[in-house]
Every structure is written in C-alpha cells, then in structure tokens.
C-alpha cells in the first residue's frame, strides 16, 4: 500500500482558516470512513485530532475539523493559532486491518 | 493512568534483529476495545504503520515490511514486543507504540502513543 499524500508545507496568519489535504485510492480513503488526523509538535509524540473523518476526541479544539470527498480526505483548521504550527498527519485505515499514514504536512503560522 | 514506554537497544548493526518492547502500564493489553500498534519514523520522515496486535492474538502488519517482523504479547508482563529481523540503515528511525481504539463504528484511532525510542542502524 501506498503513503498518502498530503502538501509538504502549508501556511497561514493568525486567524485565519487552513486545509490540508490528504489524497490516498478507492482501497483506502475511498472506501473507508476511517480516516484520522494527528498532529506532531518537534521532539513529540503525535496526538490524535480527529478520527472516523469528523469526530473529535474530547478536548480536541473544535477549531479542527474534517470531511471527506472521494480519495480525499481534508483537516480545515479555523481561527488559527500560533500553537497550531506543528506537523499533521493523516491515517486511513487500508482493509484487513491495515493502515497506511500520509507523508505529513508543516503547518507555518506566519 | 494509562502510560506506554518504549524500549530497547538504541544501536543495531544491519542484518541483525531490532527488538523493543512497549510496557503498558493502567491497563491490561488483553483489552477487548483496544488493540496495539508499532508506528516508526525515520529522520526527518513521516510516521510508517507497521503493525498491530489485537486482544486475540491476531496480528497485522505492513505488507513491506510482513516478511521481517513479529509483534507478540507477553500478558504476564502486560507488554507488546516488536522484533523485526535483518535491518538496515533504512530501518534507523524513532519507534513509537501506541494504543489503538476501535470505534463504534468499528473504525479506529491511535489515541494514545509512547514517547517513542530512536533505533539507529549502523556497524
């Protein structure tokens, strides 16, 4: 299975509103209402944001939030912070019981 | 409180088997709502699934990688073991085990993740 992928960078100022987007094939994202997205700080563990596309794990930021269309899946992130500047991840799950994560985006906030 | 805490040698020389363990502490890995996951990433990388264990006993892994590694459970321990056989440079990376959940939507999630061991590759 392949990596998905996803931007290698994106930007945004304080305030305002991201998306990232995350493209994988009709035997993953495509197929699956699994996709989750996490968020890495350096030197950190990632941390789960979103997962099941929409849903949030309590005391997630409603400022993230998902959808999916097609092979795409994407993490819109409003009123954007500076502490929002971090790598994101996505993660579909791939059929029998597999997963395969994207490549990762940089989040600037400028 | 549930914790994660990876370990193991943090030099390997290629060919040889890279072994860690991942303790589980506040929680028994026999857990039906949960499964366990080994998630890598190499230098400057993104995160690589590499497979999963769950309350049965059944395994998982990446189709790459399905051929070198072995994922076990030790319950009298409460720790899940990664072992993934004849490394090479390529395979030098931080190591993270991480807690899956099973949704009720039967998907999943890792929801909580260790802080992850560096296994570095070279003789």
């Known amino acids: 299975q392949s990596a998905l992928t996803q931007p290698a960078s994106v930007s945004g100022s304080p305030g305002q509103s991201i998306t990232i987007s995350c493209t994988g094939a009709s035997s993953d994202v495509g197929t699956y209402d699994y996709v989750s997205w996490y968020q890495q700080h350096p030197g950190e563990a990632p941390k789960v944001l979103l997962y099941d596309v929409t849903y949030r794990p309590s005391g997630v930021s409603t400022r993230f939030s998902g959808s999916k269309s097609g092979n795409t899946a994407t993490l819109t992130i409003s009123g954007l912070q500076a502490a929002d500047e971090a790598d994101y991840y996505c993660?579909?799950?791939?059929?029998?019981?597999?997963?395969?994560f994207g490549g990762g985006t940089k989040l600037t906030v400028l | 409180q549930l914790q994660l805490q990876e370990s193991g040698p943090g030099l390997v020389k290629p060919s040889e088997t890279l072994s860690l363990t991942c303790s589980v502490s506040g929680e028994s890995i026999a857990s039906n709502n949960h499964y366990w996951g080994w998630i890598r990433q190499s230098p400057g990388k993104g995160l690589e699934w590499i497979g999963s264990?769950?309350?049965?006993?059944?395994?998982y892994y990446d189709p790459s990688l399905k051929r070198r590694v072995t994922i076990s459970p030790d319950a009298s321990k409460n720790e899940v073991s990664l072992k993934m056989r004849s490394v090479t440079a390529a395979d030098t990376a931080i190591y993270y085990c991480a807690r899956g959940l099973i949704t009720v939507t039967r998907g999943g999630l890792f929801d909580l993740w260790g802080q992850g061991t560096l296994v570095t590759v070279s003789s």
């Open positions: 264990i769950y309350h049965s006993g059944s395994t």
């Open positions: 993660c579909s799950f791939a059929g029998s019981s597999t997963w395969v």
